[in-house]
């Protein structure tokens, strides 16, 4: 019916111990681009979620026995099968979250990389050993897996999320459960399929669907079996579920909003600044954590920069993310494309003014023209809050000084972009921006091979990486005396 290669990836119950698992209700998850139903999924319960962690549980100690070689395997397994399954995987991913066709496969190559990586990285989960004050003694470190680890994730990149978050968990011989956005669910469906076929054992990597955030939040946060709880959302939620888990003194990861500067020197080149930006920008129709968020150009270079960069946006085509061509899909939501109109509004009566764009697109409820807003100041609302929309905000700067002091005055501290062919400036921006990722005359950063994580209210913890794989685990040290 969706024009899958292979329908049996649509799947409509939360994974449970290794089985589909019924509700009495069910949410609809609906196509962002034409308001149509999808499919419905059944709709779990917070007791449900509890039968998941149990689940998980229960398979602790087998999965956390096997060699690491032998989760390798496995998960090499499931690696192969989601890049077999990519074009299909990705269609689910359009149908319920907009992104275009060709993003959407790249989000599944950029989840399953997570997978292959963080299988290999396990078989170097490596211990210490410490030279001992007494000679009688020998002091040894090893690293062992924290235990149960439960999520949750949003809606903006929905397999890889998860991807990032359970390939480390499993790697470091961690059991899984993940709640998804309840906007998103059937791509951690088809995961949680995938999975089952490459031989992952019932009740290692479980999925529960929920429209209950709260309540299910509520167990996978206080559970006593719980050992860690990782995050990918809002700072709001992120704060309060902090609190949560307080109540069992979990370990904790939170990976919160961003609100990215990219600052353009004048010693820049323009063109590949143009390029950064508009990838870093308008990927996902600009609702990634990592987005861009605020433009600094350097006045010698202003003009120049935004003439160049506002005939690359004209270029940008918006539409249904199925369709051929398509550069910006719809927002997740009519509420969404309100929040973005709103701020754009108010900065324009405090002053600003709309190079390109500025409105509502024709093409459907939930989808915002690309737009470019010039004359900002770092106070206004569209600077200062975090956009989650197609709207770069264009603000003048005169000095080094000056700029960096502006791109830090933010809670935030996720990703910033800088580009600069000043060698001495490239090592002294990279270090005086208070960001946890810096993208030096470059506008994609993310990679599974390196930390991506953020500071101040942008959370703690790091995805991807040896950083990445070590937030999953705990340090053991023994101390062997009568030697
Ligand atoms: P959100 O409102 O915080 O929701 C994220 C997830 O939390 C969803 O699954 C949501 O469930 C759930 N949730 C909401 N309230 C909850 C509660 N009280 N208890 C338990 N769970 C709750 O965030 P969003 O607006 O969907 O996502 C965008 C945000 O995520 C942005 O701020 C973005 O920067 C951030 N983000 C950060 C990263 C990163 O790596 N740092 C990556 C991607 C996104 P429902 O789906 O049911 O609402």
Known sequence: MLNLKDEQLIRNHSYINGSWHSSESQLEVVNPATGNLVTKVADATPKEAELTVKSAKDALSSWSQKSANERAGLMRNWFNLMMQHQDDLALILTLEQGKPLAEAKGEIAYGASYIE??????????????????????????????????????????????????????????TFVGRPASQTPLSALAMAELAERAGIPAGVFNIVVSNDAIGVGKVLTQHPDIAKFTFTGSTPVGKRLIEQCATTVKKVSMELGGNAPFIVFDDADIDAAVQGALLSKYRNAGQTCVCTNRI?????????????????????????????????????????????????????????????????SEEGECFYQPTILTDVTNDMPVAQNEIFGPVSPIIGFESEQQVISMAN??????????????????????????????????????????PFGGVKASGNGREGSKYGLEDYTEIKYLCMGGI
Do not use: H
């Not at 929905?158 to 480390?168: L, T």
């Not at 960001?435 to 994609?444: L, Q, T």
């Open 117 to 174: 990586w963080f299988a290999e990285e396990g078989k170097r989960l490596y211990g210490d050993t410490i030279p001992a004050l007494a000679n009688d003694k020998r002091i040894v470190v090893i690293k062992q897996p924290v235990g149960v680890v439960a999520s949750i994730t949003p809606w903006n990149f929905p397999n890889a999320m998860i991807a990032r978050k359970a390939a480390a968990a499993l790697a470091a011989g961690c």
């Open 296 to 360: 600094f150009v350097q006045k010698n270079v202003k003009a120049e920069f935004i003439q160049k960069f506002t005939e690359a946006v004209k270029k940008l085509t918006v539409g249904n993310g199925l369709e051929e061509g398509i550069n910006i899909g719809p927002m997740i939501s009519k509420q969404a494309v309100a929040g973005v109109d709103e701020l754009v509004k108010q900065s324009v009566a405090q002053g600003a003014n709309i190079a390109i764009g500025g409105s509502r």
């Open 409 to 450: 005055d933010t809670e935030f501290g996720l990703a910033a972009y800088f580009y600069s062919r000043d060698v001495g400036r490239v090592w002294r921006v990279a270090e005086a921006l208070d960001f946890g990722m810096v993208g030096v005359n470059e506008g994609i950063i993310s990679n599974a091979a390196a």
